[in-house]
């Protein structure tokens, strides 16, 4: 019934505060993510060589890699660099995932390259190449990584759960549930509705964008 609505959003400060943390921890990641992947896939798009080859296929193993592979490795380079049980730990792994360059990569080979030859020719540098017309093609594709990487983020259970292991009050409510005794289930059901709210209505607002995002960049 809307009692527990009720109790989740009015009586539960704890449903709210991890609420918060979920968006706290979200939103940075998806516009790094963003930034890290337009540059890194106009630099493999625009200079060939054996060299860039093969990064860019180190990146595609890393992307088959599943993340759990990679926990003990960023647990303990967290730990060397003092970041450990601090959202920075959440932050910087996220902030270089493999998906997106991939992803971006593919479809900004897409753009010809009589187009970036012309506005060299036109007197145009590298930065104004990459913004004017290299960005603006990839819109769709931007929508489609960033929905995608908030989804994927948004979800996330294992990386809080063991890089904020001794910082309970910075875990998102994703952890929270995972965590809900059987006894407050009528509340956890209803605390679970509102929070796939952001993610659904974003599916649906952008649900074009993903698909023709995903689909020329696989055209090539």
């Known amino acids: ?15 709210l505060l991890k609420f918060w943390n979920s968006v706290i921890l979200t939103a940075p990641i998806v516009f790094a993510q963003l930034m890290v992947a337009s540059i890194a896939a106009y630099g493999f ?7 860039r080859d093969s990064l860019f ?13 990679t926990l003990v490795p960023n647990y303990l380079v967290s730990d060397w660099l003092k ?10 792994p996220g902030a270089f995932a493999p998906f997106s360059v991939f992803l971006l990569t593919k479809f900004m080979r897409r753009i010809p390259m009589a187009v970036i030859e012309s506005a060299k020719i036109d007197g145009a540098n590298e ?17 489609s990584i960033a929905i995608l990487v ?17 910082h309970t009050n ?10 809900i005794s059987t006894d407050r ?4 059901f209803a605390g679970s509705a509102l929070y796939i709210l952001p993610t659904l209505l974003i599916y649906l607002y952008f649900q074009e964008d993903i698909v023709a995002g995903i689909q020329l960049s696989e055209l090539k």
């Open 127 to 143: 930065w104004h190449i990459f913004w004017n017309i290299c960005l603006p093609q990839c819109r769709s594709a931007l929508y």
């Open 1 to 15: 019934s809307f009692t527990q609505y009720f109790t989740v959003l009015l009586k539960s400060p704890d449903y």
């Open 57 to 69: 296929f180190f990146y595609v193993i890393l992307m088959l890699m599943p993340y759990q592979v």
């Open 45 to 51: 798009t625009r200079w060939r060589g054996k060299v």
């Open 170 to 179: 910075l875990q998102p409510l994703s952890v929270m549930f995972n965590q």
């Open 185 to 188: 289930a009528d509340v956890a």
């Open 83 to 92: 970041i450990l049980n601090t959202r920075w730990a959440i932050f910087l």
């Open 150 to 166: 908030f989804i994927d983020n948004w979800n996330m259970v294992e990386q809080p759960l063991i890089y904020l292991a001794n």
